[in-house]
């Protein structure tokens, strides 16, 4: 699995770690369910408005 390193604001970080404790996940688990739920998301708009003459949906 590759690695990626990101910058956020420590009070940021504070947060995901007080919500990653209390569902007894990682901190790399959480972002990942975040990321993949925002790419649905996304590719769902996407899809919608390729149906109604917007864009081409990406690939994640």
């Known amino acids: ?6 910058s956020m604001k420590d009070e940021f970080l504070r947060r995901i ?5 209390k569902e007894q996940r990682s901190r790399s ?3 990942r369910e975040a990321l993949r739920t ?10 919608s408005a390729q149906t109604s003459g917007g864009s081409a949906p990406v690939e994640p």
Do not use: F, G
């Open 1 to 6: 699995m590759a690695r990626v390193l990101i």
């Open 38 to 47: 925002y790419i649905r998301k996304n590719a769902s708009a996407s899809q």
């Open 17 to 21: 770690d007080e919500v990653a404790e």
């Open 29 to 31: 688990e959480l972002i």
